[in-house]
């Protein structure tokens, strides 16, 4: 059986921080739109499941601080991984904070 090689693959998303953070949509009122750059690994047999190496945030217009607080690091986690799986149909492999880095604004 041969070896293969697995690429890796590049999402931009669009994310909105808002009154109740990290939100998939946009709140009109309350909303700081940010660019989410993640870049992930396809893995398993029939590359069903997506491992995240790196999650790029960056702002738009206005900074926003990168979360301190163990229970708005873990929604904002859950938020991208599921909207993750929903744009590639893949399940995702547990993300790790270490992989997420808040850029200065562009």
Same mark, same amino acid.
């Given at each position: ?5 697995? =690429?890796?693959?590049?999402? %931009? &998303?669009?994310?909105?921080?808002? #009154? @109740?953070?990290?939100? +998939? ?22 590359? =069903?499941?997506?491992?995240? %190496? &790196?999650?790029?945030?960056?702002? #738009? @217009?206005?900074?926003? +601080? ?41």
């Amino acid at each position: 059986m041969g070896s293969s090689q697995t =690429y890796p693959e590049t999402y %931009d &998303l669009a994310l909105y921080y808002t #009154v @109740n953070p990290w939100s +998939a949509q946009l709140n009109e009122q309350n909303s700081v739109l940010l660019n989410a750059k993640i870049i992930g690994v396809p893995k398993g047999r029939n590359a =069903y499941r997506l491992r995240v %190496d &790196l999650i790029q945030v960056t702002p #738009v @217009n206005t900074p926003v +601080a990168k979360p301190k607080d163990k229970a708005t690091r873990r929604y904002f986690i859950e938020t991208i991984s599921r909207m993750l799986e929903e744009h590639t149909g893949r399940t995702i492999d547990t993300i790790r904070w270490s992989v997420v880095d808040f850029m200065e604004k562009e």
